[in-house]
T-cell receptor, first 112, second 114 residues
Framework: GENVEQHPSTLSVQEGDSAVIKCTYS??????FPWYKQELGKRPQLIID?????GEKKDQRIAVTLNKTAKHFSLHITETQPEDSAVYFC???????????FGTGTRLQVFP | DVKVTQSSRYLVKRTGEKVFLECVQD?????MFWYRQDPGLGLRLIYF???????EKGDIPEGYSVSREKKERFSLILESASTNQTSMYLC?????????????FGDGTRLSIL
């Protein structure tokens, strides 16, 4: 079945630096890849997503890239700020299903 | 804005009790999900419902059952609670559509089984 691996499990950066989180998936039929941010004690919230017919998508300081051949996708956060500190989850869905398989999460800490 | 509401933020129950976790969504979504979140393990799917009275097992269904009698409500049932079911439980909903749809989460229920 589908498996999603996420790295690193923890990431510490200085405010203003960039942060990159990487995920790989196993099922080449996966076609939708959302990223969620979960602040401490709060619900996971969708921050950006990408579909398999697109290679890159940007939204202000965050971007996601997808390499279908290598079956990996990455979240890029530029000019990090303390409020970016959270746990980030990647996910992949299967073709013709509405289920998501989640990565194990990355705890990002941004130090002022 | 999509609203997914879970009935309790915190719940403490005893071993062997039958436990009900309730979730309601207000966006007329076809799909509803129950996840379990544990440190280092991410979100694991317990059960999935794609229509009223329709359900599908997820990755870790053992010890759980679900009920979906109305489109907006999805209940998770722990038939006989055990200590290894102490966890954070998250409910989510999504619409159907080709190519995948984002899921919207509730605030979670932190369940402790003593």
């Amino acid at each position: 079945g589908e498996n999603v691996e996420q790295h690193p499990s923890t990431l510490s950066v200085q405010e203003g630096d960039s942060a990159v989180i990487k995920c790989t998936y196993s099922d080449s039929a996966s076609n939708y890849f959302p990223w969620y941010k979960q602040e401490l004690g709060k619900r996971p919230q969708l921050i950006i997503d990408i579909r398999s017919n697109v290679g890159e998508k940007k939204d202000q300081r965050i971007a996601v890239t997808l390499n279908k051949t290598a079956k990996h996708f990455s979240l890029h956060i530029t000019e990090t700020q303390p409020e970016d500190s959270a746990v980030y989850f990647c996910a992949a869905t299967l073709l013709n299903t509405d289920k998501l398989i989640f990565g194990t999460g990355t705890r990002l800490q941004v130090f002022p | 804005d999509v609203k997914v509401t879970q009935s309790s933020r915190y719940l403490v129950k005893r071993t062997g009790e039958k436990v009900f976790l309730e979730c309601v969504q207000d966006m007329d979504h076809e799909n509803m999900f129950w996840y379990r979140q544990d440190p280092g393990l991410g979100l694991r799917l317990i059960y999935f419902s794609y229509d009223v009275k329709m359900k599908e097992k997820g990755d870790i269904p053992e010890g759980y059952s679900v009920s979906r009698e109305k489109k907006e409500r999805f209940s998770l049932i722990l038939e006989s609670a055990s200590t290894n079911q102490t966890s954070m439980y998250l409910c989510a909903s999504s619409s159907t559509g080709t190519g995948g749809q984002p899921q919207h989460f509730g605030d979670g229920t932190r369940l402790s089984i003593l």
